[in-house]
């Protein structure tokens, strides 16, 4: 599994403790450690963005489920796009868990609106979409379930929504939150993929449901009143994503990485469309006033992510380590092989450095640029072995 430490991951986990053995895929190094007695999960340390360690650590799994999203830094400084991450990360998992001899592979995404072009989507549910394509584009079996947010104790969007609600008492909202959504429990996402697992024949794409359809603006209104709490709302004709942003992930307590991708998607009107398994989960789906609850204790603070114990150490640890990451995404000159753009790459960069900066290549085809002296490195680019 990977994304078996987050907030899912955990539940899903847990649940099924008795009916499987996970193997969970972690870049944490404490999270491999302190997991090492752990009597469901084999944690293994390796780096989604490595195709040779994720390899390596799927092996043995017969089943796979994919629950990553790049929102987060990985390195101390990245150059990219979560959009061009994710499809590397996507890219990497499918290709691995084929040469793994994996089954079929379960992926958790967003819910995307029916009535709006592809070109129409937010940047955040575009990736989604995109993903979902690369994780199908190969030969094993694959199946999409779409959630929106998702409520339960620990979870990123009840926090948020849970923060807003306890600081604010008064709030601006913008146009963004008169638009539709489709909440839904952690129970019944876990429910659902606890069907698939069991299931080989489900393969294709399901929306999951199970809350009323409401506005942005109904939620947080709502939610406070489960709180004890009257929220006075003023409306306001703009949408204005670049204040709503700061101040969403200032009084949400929410990485400003994870708020942007939510606003953007939440300027579509979604909802989850009827199907098979949504079927078989709606009519005892966990109600919306349960769900806020259940991510509260009974001072009313939002249970903290699952991931909290081991972050801060992972954070010290990717600022120790000074490592960069750089992805970019560039249109490929036809029959041109990865190794021929990395030497025009390093013929460039000599020319126009006026050979300050210098390359070469040893045999294994690791490319070293170096400045003046060989010794001096400056950048070091190793091949991975792609199928």
Not at 324 to 335: C, W
Request: overall charge positive; charged content about 25%; proline content about 7%.
């Amino acid at each position: 599994m990977a994304g078996a430490s987050g907030f899912v991951g955990t539940f899903l986990r847990k649940s099924f403790a008795d009916q499987y053995k996970w193997i969970g895929l972690t870049r944490s190094p404490s999270m491999e450690r302190n997991g090492r007695d752990d009597p469901v999960t084999d944690w293994r340390q390796c780096d989604l963005f490595s195709l040779p360690q994720v390899r390596d650590a799927m092996e043995g799994a017969e089943l796979a489920v994919y629950m990553v999203h790049s929102m987060l830094p990985s390195s101390r400084l990245v150059q990219g796009n979560f959009s061009d991450m994710d499809l590397l990360l996507a890219d990497n998992f499918i290709r691995a868990a084929e040469e793994a001899g994996v089954k079929r592979v379960i992926y958790l995404g967003g819910l995307i609106p029916e009535e709006e072009e592809e070109s129409q989507l937010s940047p955040h549910l575009a990736s989604r979409l995109e993903v979902e394509r690369v994780l199908k584009g190969r030969t094993i079996p694959v199946t999409v379930l779409r959630a929106g947010l998702i409520f339960g104790p620990g979870g990123s969007s009840a926090r948020l929504l849970l923060n807003l609600t306890k600081r604010l008492p008064w709030m601006v909202f913008p146009r963004w939150t008169r638009n539709t959504t489709q909440s839904t429990d952690i129970q019944d996402v876990v429910k659902a993929i606890g069907i698939v697992l069991k299931d080989d024949s489900m393969t294709g794409t399901y929306d999951l449901g199970g809350h009323t359809p409401m506005s942005y603006g109904e939620m947080i209104l709502k939610t406070g009143r489960l709180l004890g709490r009257n929220t006075v709302s003023i409306n306001f004709p703009a949408n204005m994503f670049w204040l709503s942003r700061s101040w969403v992930s200032w009084f949400g307590s929410t990485s400003p990485n994870l708020v942007n991708p939510l606003l953007q998607s939440l300027r579509h009107n979604i909802h989850a469309r009827p199907n098979p398994l949504l079927d078989r989960i709606v009519d005892d789906a966990v109600p919306f006033k349960e769900s806020v609850l259940s991510a509260v204790n009974p001072e009313g603070i939002p249970h903290p992510n699952p991931r909290q114990s081991t972050q801060q150490l992972d954070n010290k640890l990717i600022h120790r380590d000074k490592r960069v990451r750089s992805i970019q995404r560039m249109p490929l000159p036809p029959d041109w092989p990865a190794m021929r753009i990395s030497k025009e790459y390093s013929n460039w960069i000599s020319r126009a450095s006026m050979r300050i900066i210098r390359e070469r290549r040893d045999d294994a085809g690791v490319l070293r640029l170096s400045f003046i002296r060989r010794r001096w490195v400056l950048l070091e680019l190793t091949p991975t072995p792609y199928s």
